[in-house]
């Protein structure tokens, strides 16, 4: 179970007093009629989820395993954040696979293509090009060049079995090449939006190529939905509740804390799940994510002394997958005798145990912590479901639609009036 502790928010909050609204919400979220409510197919995935398709995901994993050296990743937002952020977390920054995975088609910099570009072009690759639009421009972009160098290189006919597409079951620019070519594919289901579809086979194909146990993963979200999925004592919608309040008490920013760097991307996808569900109207939190105790060394300042206007949301870890032991040293000219014997995790821990002080006590900083037991591939598919229904609690507290991103098309409709796409010049 994630914990919730709410003991550091320099406040106190009548949970009961949201009965009402918990159960308003927690109705929408169930009975779909809500806002948004079509793109509700997330919440009860591990209930209707495709096993043979779950199958075949995992064979087609194996077979790009064992044939290739490098898989593409080709895809944007919330078609590639949560695979990121699920290899990242689970095997680490230092990983020696032997398939190397590559993030493509998130960028439009002509730098980062050609490095890539240049990079796979002595590699045998293979493309998991992830659109459900399949009109992504960033992605399109990315893939058409990817898959040029490809028939260049092997042809057009080998390239096709090298080719696989997560995408729409009936519509799209994607579609339409995978049936054209026989791209091999996988669906993101209709009612799914990017950002919810981690435990879809837009997180699931490249986490499997990663050497990942996706039917763990798909466990962790199914326990998420017994423990998340309920009305009555559900912590992920009382960290949806807290983080309402500390906004409505004058905090327009939350900060995701951790003090794992393999985190990282698990705050970029935490940023995409909040930022673009809740950032609506003129409302909502900004999220941002900070890794501890490195961002301490640049960030510290600022969330100690600087202007109060953001809280935190700390992540632990109970049990981190291992510990490194400090050495002693027969001159301790480092003054680090002091530590001998004990474990980094211990450090780590008294650390964090500093910081909660110093920014709650003197910098008046409100923390929320959460906390979880181990972080495996079941505990992550459990955290990741957490987060999403919080984030759906949080916006329907608010009266916002969780599921759409209608401001994310006005920079398109830009971008493409002036680059001349047709349909676009006016
Ligand atoms: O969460 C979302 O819906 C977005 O971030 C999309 O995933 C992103 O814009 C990519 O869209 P598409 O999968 O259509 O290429």
């Not at 779950?54 to 395993?65: G, P, Q, V, Y």
């Not at 680490?92 to 995975?101: Q, S, T």
């Not at 997560?166 to 594919?185: M, P, S, V, W």
């Not at 505990?379 to 759409?404: K, Q, T, V």
Request: charged share 25%.
């Amino acid at each position: 179970m994630i914990k919730v502790n709410a003991k550091h928010i320099l406040r106190d909050v009548d949970m009961a007093s949201y009965e009402k609204e918990v159960a308003r919400v927690h109705s929408l979220i169930e009975k779909r009629d809500g806002p948004g409510g079509d793109y509700l197919g997330w919440a009860h995935y591990p209930e209707t989820y495709d096993k043979e398709e779950l199958e075949r995901i995992i064979s087609c994993a194996k077979k790009i395993r064992e044939n290739y050296e490098v898989l593409l990743v080709c895809g944007i937002g919330g078609s590639y954040l949560g695979a990121r952020a699920a290899i990242d977390a689970l095997n680490g920054l230092k990983g020696n696979d032997k398939v190397e995975i590559i993030y493509f088609g998130q960028t439009l910099s002509p730098s980062y293509v050609k490095q890539v570009l240049d990079y796979i072009e002595h590699k045998k690759f293979a493309i998991n090009v992830i659109s459900k639009s399949g009109t992504t421009t960033e992605t399109a972009v990315a893939f058409r060049l990817a898959r040029d160098l490809l028939e260049r290189k092997v042809g057009k006919e080998e390239a096709a079995k090298s080719i696989f597409a997560t995408t729409d079951k009936e519509k799209g620019a994607l579609l339409q090449l995978c049936k054209k070519y026989g791209y091999e594919r996988f669906v993101l289901p209709a009612d799914i939006g990017g950002r919810y579809s981690v435990f879809t086979a837009v997180g699931l194909l490249p986490m499997a190529v990663a050497g990942i146990d996706v039917k763990a993963f798909l466990h962790g979200m199914q326990i998420g939905l017994e423990r998340y999925g309920v009305e009555k004592n559900n912590p992920a919608y009382e960290y949806g509740i807290l983080r309402h309040e500390l906004y409505k008490a004058g905090y327009p920013v939350e900060m995701l804390v951790t003090y794992e760097p393999s985190l990282v991307q698990l705050g970029e996808w935490w940023k995409q799940l909040f930022g673009e569900s809740e950032g609506k109207e003129h409302t909502g939190l900004l999220p941002d994510a900070a890794t501890f105790t490195t961002d301490l060394h640049s960030l510290g300042q600022f969330i100690q002394e600087g202007s109060p206007v953001l809280f935190e949301t700390v992540l632990d870890i109970e049990h981190p997958a291992c510990d490194v032991i400090v050495p002693h040293d027969v001159d301790d000219l480092d003054g680090l005798n002091y530590l001998e014997g004990k474990g980094l995790d211990y450090v780590n821990k008294k650390a964090h145990d500093g910081t909660l002080q110093a920014h709650e006590e003197v910098g008046k900083v409100p923390n929320i912590l959460l906390s979880l037991d181990k972080l495996d591939a079941e505990g992550l598919g459990e955290l990741m479901y957490f987060f999403m229904r919080a984030c759906a609690m949080s916006c329907y507290l608010n009266d916002i639609n969780p599921f759409n991103q209608p401001g994310v098309e006005v920079y398109k409709k830009n971008m493409f009036r002036l680059l001349g796409k047709p349909g676009y010049t006016k």
